[in-house]
């Protein structure tokens, strides 16, 4: 059975004395659902998360890293870097690091199979823009996205993949796809995985919804059965917010 995940990514927010307090207010809260809860802090407050929280079923990620081993790549971050403090897990294809960074498919590529060699899981993102919605060419897109990033591997990798779908339109925008868009898209990744590796394979694949989603909308959103949960922004830069999501299910 597949997992359900709430997964919080603080991007470039919170200096280290307000990445204590939300971990402090973190730490109060209670897990009442069957899910795996994550928060991707930044970098220099990765070490700091790690311990605070490693003996809580919190597991702390990391938002991003770079494909090489070590190097000339001032200000980048490796995998065995990330590896080496005990973080297990990366966000990788962001559409803010797709966005903003140039990250392409064949980048995003390198970085998938630098995550693998270093055994770490992956939270693998992708989603159209609002153009793409408005023409109908989302599942195409989705489609390219996947293939391109992550179709060279065996299926035996996918067991340290999760997939979320994130809407480029719906990301910090408070515009959520509909709890049946997001529906749609779930089950047509589902099938993309089918198509080239198998049905249990794509059954056993995570897939989490990512865009504004929030403790008004989350239940809806986690109760279509392909969405296994969430990829959050915004809402989980609050601690209440962010565990109600984490209860949604
Ligand atoms: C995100 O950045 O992954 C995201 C989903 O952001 P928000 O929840 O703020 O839309």
Known sequence: MRKNIVAGNWKMNNDL??????????????????????????FTNLWQAFNSLKDSSVEVIAQNMHFAESGAYTGEVSAAMIKSLGVKTVILGHSERR????ETDEVLAKKVDAAIKNEMRIIFCFGEELNDRKSGNHEQVVENQIKNALFHLEASRFENIVLAY???????????A??????????????TLADK????????????YGGSCKPSNAKE????????????????????????????F
């Open 17 to 42: 004395s307000e990445t204590e307090t939300l971990i402090r207010e973190i730490k109060q809260q209670n897990k009442i659902a069957d899910v795996e809860v994550m928060i991707a802090p930044s």
């Open 99 to 102: 966005a903003y960074f140039n």
């Open 166 to 176: 994130e809407p480029v339109w719906a990301i910090g925008t408070g515009e959520t």
């Open 178 to 191: 509909s709890p049946e868009q997001a529906q749609d898209m779930h089950a047509f990744i589902r099938k």
């Open 197 to 208: 590796y198998n049905q249990d394979l794509a059954d056993s694949v995570s897939i989490l």
């Open 221 to 248: 959103i986690f109760s279509k059965p392909d969405v296994d949960g969430g990829l959050i922004g915004g809402a989980a830069l609050n601690a209440d917010d962010f565990f109600a999501i984490v209860n949604s």
